[in-house]
């Protein structure tokens, strides 16, 4: 069960493609190792954003060269 407080963010990232994903998560994960707790439930965001960042690999294989 998401949390309603990152759902609208995790909503978004959803029409995200890999490249612009992979580059917010990273930054997001980055921030968080420099500053902790900088942006409260950022541990949640961080895990639905590597979520949906797997998800878009294994998309992006199934969607591969036929």
Same mark, same amino acid.
């Given at each position: ?19 612009? @994903?992979?580059?917010? =998560?990273?930054? !997001? ?7 902790? /707790? ?8 961080? @895990?639905?954003?590597? =979520?949906?960042? !797997? ?7 199934? /969607?591969?060269?036929?």
């Amino acid at each position: 069960m998401a949390n309603p407080l990152t759902r609208p963010l995790l909503r978004w990232a959803e029409g995200l493609r890999f490249p612009r @994903l992979a580059m917010i =998560t990273a930054v !997001l994960f980055f921030v968080d190792l420099l500053i902790p /707790d900088f942006i409260p439930f950022i541990d949640e965001i961080l @895990l639905g954003l590597g =979520t949906l960042l !797997l998800a878009n690999l294994k998309r992006r294989k199934q /969607d591969g060269p036929a």
